[in-house]
T-cell receptor, first 112, second 112 residues
Framework: KAGVTQTPRYLIKTRGQQVTLSCSPI?????VSWYQQTPGQGLQFLFEYFSETQRNKGNFPGRFSGRQFSNSRSEMNVSTLELGDSALYLCASSEDGNYGYTFGSGTRLTVV | GDSVTQMEGPVTLSEEAFLTINCTYTATGYPSLFWYVQYPGEGLQLLLKATKADDKGSNKGFEATYRKETTSFHLEKGSVQVSDSAVYFC???????????FGTGTRLKVLA
């Protein structure tokens, strides 16, 4: 079956702009989580959604937000972009969040 | 809070050498433990997992045993191949938190 699909693969944005990243989970998976990966901070948890409800949130500023739709697809939004937001953003899906996650290939965001 | 500590890389080995990547954890509960692998330009792939003490996870010749007494989950492989060159991440997840805490990753380079 198809894996976790993230779009777009690459993005270049200017400071101050906003960006929306998209994630389509594996069919039947209802839990979707997001991570930020940077060389300095490594992999950090952003948030997790299950059946359109956010169940957990990491320590990121309010500029980072997300949502999940009824078909389990998820989006994350970053407003007022800063240079430090440049990172690989990874989406992962799981049946219910307790049996291991499958990751997508990520969206590489560059803020200039 | 919970944390994962991995050995510093890079680890450079010759083909067919024995591999050990150390991973220790700190957790308040009884977490599940995971090893993920990341190839260049890609997302994370689940390599193996263990959900309770003394469980042994194994896949593609890799194995790791959940040791509660030493709070460790070391990754081993008896004979590495050039194709095993990648970054390996150890992670934990406490039931009900729906998130991973990752180690910093260990880069493995296997020479022919």
């Amino acid at each position: 079956k198809a894996g976790v699909t993230q779009t777009p693969r690459y993005l270049i944005k200017t400071r101050g702009q906003q960006v929306t990243l998209s994630c389509s989970p594996i069919s039947g998976h209802r839990s979707v989580s997001w991570y930020q990966q940077t060389p300095g901070q490594g992999l950090q948890f952003l948030f997790e959604y299950f059946s359109e409800t956010q169940r957990n949130k990491g320590n990121f500023p309010g500029r980072f937000s997300g949502r999940q739709f009824s078909n389990s697809r998820s989006e994350m939004n970053v407003s007022t972009l800063e240079l430090g937001d440049s990172a690989l953003y990874l989406c992962a899906s799981s049946e219910d969040g307790n049996y291991g996650y499958t990751f997508g290939s990520g969206t590489r965001l560059t803020v200039v | 809070g919970d944390s994962v500590t991995q050995m510093e890389g890079p680890v450079t080995l010759s083909e067919e050498a024995f591999l050990t990547i150390n991973c220790t954890y700190t957790a308040t509960g009884y977490p599940s433990l995971f090893w993920y692998v990341q190839y260049p330009g890609e997302g994370l792939q689940l390599l193996l997992k263990a959900t309770k003490a003394d469980d042994k996870g194994s896949n593609k010749g890799f194995e790791a045993t959940y040791r509660k007494e030493t709070t460790s989950f070391h990754l081993e492989k008896g004979s590495v191949q050039v194709s095993d060159s990648a970054v390996y991440f150890c992670a934990l997840s406490d039931t009900g938190t729906y998130k991973y805490i990752f180690g910093t990753g260990t880069r493995l380079k296997v020479l022919a």
